[in-house]
């Protein structure tokens, strides 16, 4: 089992629509949780990055973590053909390794 | 410039040669990762610097892999004898501090032919 899961999708959704985007985790030591969009042949960009349980918005994006049940997911509203990537989750612990686990990354397709 | 720096940004190598990978941090990040990417799959890490030493090289799959961070800032992984199975995307990050918000770099993609 990998430490996390990701469904690698694709995703393909209305110009407009709300997009889910969601990972598990297995490792209750995680701490640091993070969102990465990344375009065709480019580096990752950060999206969001979150430490505690709970919501974070910024514009379009919100971040949601449960710890509880080890689940975190990424909501775009107003989906637009601009925001067609691949979200990849990454997840980060204050023990043990110091640098972050990824999901294997969704791929999301609007439709205009 | 702002962001992280990879150069180059493509490199293509014949089956047992040396390569060089270059990563120009963000000014004033201590922490400096490296992952590999390949086709379809999230970054794997490979080596986490802070500062000037290699604080965990778990990542790095195996003895021809090497990287370095002389000065804490600029970073070199270096690829002996390489493998068509060392074909992939290889990414750099930074981040002020370990567990920060990390910044990745475009990468630099690797062909071994």
């Known amino acids: 089992q990998k430490e996390v899961e990701q469904d690698p999708g694709p995703l393909s959704v209305p110009e407009g629509a709300i997009v889910s985007l969601n990972c598990t985790y297995s490792?209750?030591?995680?701490?640091?949780f993070m969102w990465y969009r990344q375009y065709s042949r480019k580096g990752p960009e950060l999206l969001m990055y979150?430490?505690?349980?709970g919501n974070k918005e910024d514009g379009r994006f919100t971040a949601q973590v449960d710890k509880s049940s080890k689940y975190i997911s990424l909501f775009i509203r107003d989906s637009q053909p601009s925001d067609s990537a691949t979200y990849l989750c990454a997840i980060g612990s204050d023990t043990g390794r110091r640098a972050l686990t990824f999901g294997s990354g969704t791929r999301l397709q609007v439709q205009p | 410039g702002a962001g992280v720096s990879q150069t180059p940004s493509n490199k293509v190598t014949e089956k047992g040669k040396y390569v060089e990978l270059r990563c120009d941090p963000i000014s004033g990040h201590t922490a400096l990762y490296w992952y590999r990417q390949s086709l379809g799959q999230g970054p794997e890490f490979l080596i986490y610097?802070?500062?000037?030493?290699?604080?965990?090289d778990s990542g790095l799959p195996n003895d021809r892999f090497f990287a370095v961070r002389p000065e804490g800032s600029v970073s070199t992984l270096k690829i002996q004898r390489t493998e068509r199975g060392d074909s992939a995307v290889y990414l750099c990050?930074?981040?002020?501090?370990?567990?920060?918000?990390?910044?990745f770099g475009q990468g630099t993609r690797l062909t071994v032919v």
């Open positions: 490792n209750s030591a995680f701490q640091y």
């Open positions: 610097f802070q500062g000037t030493g290699a604080a965990d």
């Open positions: 979150t430490y505690s349980s």
């Open positions: 990050a930074s981040s002020f501090q370990p567990n920060t918000e990390a910044f």
